[in-house]
């Protein structure tokens, strides 16, 4: 089983940056297409970014595109998220997940990926 743990989350301000990080262990998560989710309160949980195996390709929510960028490492078993240009509307809690398969699916609903972080807070706020 793939187990999977973010980190990096916190309170920046707007326009701040911000680095996630998502370390695995277990099964190998280079078989794996990645992904980033978040769920902001009240809200349904939504994909945020995807990076085939290997990280040739990478998709991104419309919301995000421009200001994150996601990529991965195989040698330390790790994914992460770049964000830059923060926004209020980004304050969720961010996981990170993998999926079945080494290519990102057409559409990142959660319901497609197989392992699960607990998640780390990201707040957006002045």
């Known amino acids: 089983q793939l187990q999977l743990v973010e980190s990096g989350g916190g309170l920046v301000q707007p326009g701040g940056s911000l680095r996630l990080s998502c370390k695995a262990s277990?099964?190998?998560?280079?078989?794996?297409?990645m992904a980033w989710f978040r769920q902001a309160p009240g809200k349904e949980r939504e994909g945020v970014s995807c990076i085939s195996s290997p990280g040739v390709y990478t998709d991104y929510a419309d919301s995000v595109k421009g200001r994150f960028t996601i990529s991965r490492d195989t040698a330390e078993d790790a994914v992460y998220l770049q964000m830059s240009n923060l926004r209020p509307d980004d304050t969720a809690v961010y996981y990170c997940?993998?999926?079945?398969?080494?290519?990102?699916?057409?559409?990142?609903?959660?319901?497609?990926?197989?392992?699960w972080g607990p998640g780390t807070q990201v707040t957006v706020s002045s």
């Open positions: 997940a993998a999926h079945k398969f080494r290519l990102c699916p057409e559409v990142m609903h959660s319901s497609a990926f197989q392992s």
């Open positions: 277990g099964l190998n998560p280079n078989l794996y297409a």
